[in-house]
């Protein structure tokens, strides 16, 4: 039986990742399809799915670091904080000078409390925050931790009076870049936003093997589930009978291994992913046996 397995899309600009989703299911034939964190329709790059039982180890990509190229416009805010949104304010940045600019961005490193963007896709009393943002109510989000691990300058383009800075971020899952433009641009008071973004890496899974819509077509899968649970978490190999006990979902003998890690069969199939805790290895999910 097809267990299915992790898709590393580009995504391209315009599309939403629930377009993603189910251009996939049409590719691979299945409903079976889910995401391991979105992107907006602005921005490009790195989307990682899960088709069929291989959706179960989406958990283990939502939580991993992500990496972003992308562009700050300085000068002008909008109501989404991003390119797609209607000017909000407008102030000139001519005579913001770099060193400014490179203390902002450092006060924006590092582990910091972020509030998310008012367009976000959190829920407030069961409704998007973006939703009430379109019928016109004000909303307002609580503050959260997040960790900005890198946030480099690459480019500084002045032209009239805005100012461009292209970025290299670096960050935990839950950050949002569009607000450190946002927040970037109110520190120098003269507001910031958007206006690109290509996610370059989510967790261990880079551009570098994500492939288009155009190729998927040609190769639905391209990472099969053992190959992906080997490259999101420590590996362990079982015996025989460690296999079958796994089957069953029973739980095994520990050997010492911190966090969930993947437990394969003498074939190199994964079996798996378990965690250790009251002296025993169990099971956290199984990917072989019945549905």
């Keep these: 039986m097809n267990r299915g397995g ?14 993603v989703v189910a251009r996939v299911r049409r590719l691979a034939g299945t409903r079976r399809v889910g995401h391991g964190g979105t992107l907006d329709p602005m921005a490009t790059g790195v989307l990682v ?18 990496r972003y190229l992308g562009t700050i416009r300085l000068g002008q805010s909008t109501v989404t904080d991003d ?54 109510e004000d909303v307002e989000l609580a503050a959260r931790p997040v960790t900005v691990s890198r946030f480099d300058l690459l480019a500084t383009r002045r032209h009239g009076d805005l100012i ?34 290509r996610r370059t890496a989510v967790g261990g899974f880079t551009l570098a093997e994500a492939a288009t819509l155009e190729e998927l077509a040609e190769n639905p899968i391209n990472l099969d589930i053992s190959a992906a649970a080997a490259r999101l978490m420590p590996r362990r190999e079982a015996t025989e009978a460690e296999t079958r006990t796994l089957r069953h979902g029973g739980p095994l003998s520990t050997v010492g291994i911190a966090g969930p890690y993947a437990v394969f069969d003498p074939a190199g199939e994964v079996l798996a992913v378990v965690s250790e805790r009251d002296g025993r290895a ?10």
């Design 83 to 136: 390119a797609e949104g209607e000017v909000t304010s407008t102030a000139s940045a001519h005579a913001v000078p770099d060193d400014l600019i490179a203390q902002g961005i450092a006060a924006l490193t590092g582990a910091i409390q972020q509030v998310p963007s008012s367009v976000s896709a959190i829920k407030i009393k069961g409704q998007r925050a973006y939703a009430k943002v379109r019928k016109g």
């Design 6 to 19: 992790i898709v590393v899309v580009d995504k391209p600009a315009g599309m939403t990742s629930h377009d």
């Design 49 to 66: 799915l899960g088709v069929e039982r291989a959706t179960r180890l989406l958990t283990y990509v939502v939580g991993g670091t992500k």
């Design 282 to 291: 169990r099971p956290e999910i199984v990917l072989v046996g019945g549905d």
């Design 164 to 197: 461009d800075l292209d970025v290299d971020v670096e960050c935990s899952s839950g950050t949002y870049i569009r607000a450190l433009a946002r927040d970037l641009g109110a520190a120098l008071n003269v507001g910031g936003h958007l206006t690109a973004l």
